[in-house]
């Protein structure tokens, strides 16, 4: 079976190791994989399977409509790559989320601070602001394109993400950092590996019962009043920390799942 690895450009240059080790671990099982740009993707390729990393859920739908298995779903794409979905879907479904308003530039100031902006496709930390006065988030929405969000801050520099494979947990790591409110690893953020509570299990098998990913990331932000909420949902989501910090092997695993899809399950 022929399958299609797709990245945007830079996202590619970032991942070139995991794109590679992931093709080797996949010719194990009998599969091959083409790695391809968004940019470079002919509209006539064709595959029998793809693992979409680009966050462009409209070619996933493509190959869908075709019958070819996506992973992860477009379903699963379109909603976790534009965060105001991703809110309107998890609050939809009763899941906990931060206070959260979809603003424009012609939105005046909040009237309470501080607030976090954030644009609706970034991912990994880029664009998001703690903002404390009116300056700074008429700087913030200077910054930022024509739709973003403003959410109530949850406690800063702390948040523990919960990979699932196939359907299960994986792994969580813990995330923090003492100058940032932003935790993320790729930030300079510290990790280390945890076992998640009963209450963040709960809400992670909550979200994979309703999506049914592949290979995701839940991001568990902590309240300030207690308990937790969704930061976001990685669809592509990066494993920098689980090779640094832990003995697992997120790509063989990874490759396991797929070939357990397509050859167990067609």
């Known amino acids: 079976m022929k399958g299609l690895l797709l990245y945007q450009a830079e996202d590619l240059r970032k991942n070139h190791w995991f794109a590679k080790q992931l093709c080797d671990a ?3 099982y009998g599969l091959e994989l083409t790695v ?3 940019a470079g993707l002919s509209a006539a390729f064709s595959a029998d399977f793809i693992i979409n990393r680009s966050r462009n859920a409209a070619i996933s739908k493509q190959y869908e409509r075709r019958g070819v ?6 379903l699963i794409t379109d909603i976790t790559n534009d965060k105001w979905e991703t809110h309107c879907f998890l609050q939809r479904h009763g899941l906990p989320v931060a206070q959260t308003v979809l603003c424009s530039h012609q939105t005046p100031p909040p ?4 607030v976090v902006c954030k644009p609706l496709d ?9 903002v404390c006065n009116d300056a700074e988030y008429l700087a913030a929405k200077a910054s930022l394109p024509g ?5 109530q801050p949850m406690v800063l520099g702390w948040d523990t993400r919960i990979y699932v494979l196939g359907g299960k947990p994986y792994a969580a790591m813990l995330r923090t950092s003492h100058v940032d409110f932003r935790s993320n690893f790729s930030l300079g953020g510290a990790a280390k590996p ?41 669809d592509a989501v990066g494993c920098r920390m689980l090779y640094q910090h832990t003995k697992l092997d997120p790509v063989q695993d990874f490759a396991a799942h797929i070939a357990s899809e397509l050859l167990t399950h067609p």
């Not at 739709?147 to 959410?151: A, G, R, Y």
């Open 26 to 28: 996949v010719r194990s």
């Open 36 to 38: 391809e740009t968004v």
């Open 69 to 74: 298995r996506c992973i992860n779903r477009p």
């Open 111 to 114: 009237a309470v601070y501080p």
């Open 122 to 130: 970034g991912h990994g930390g880029a664009g998001v602001r703690l």
């Open 147 to 151: 739709q973003f969000l403003v959410q």
């Open 194 to 234: 945890v076992k998640p509570d009963a209450a963040q299990c709960a809400i992670v098998a909550e979200v994979t019962r309703l999506l049914h990913p592949d290979f995701v990331g839940v991001d568990l932000l902590r309240h300030p009043k207690g308990g937790y909420v969704i930061g976001e949902i990685e």
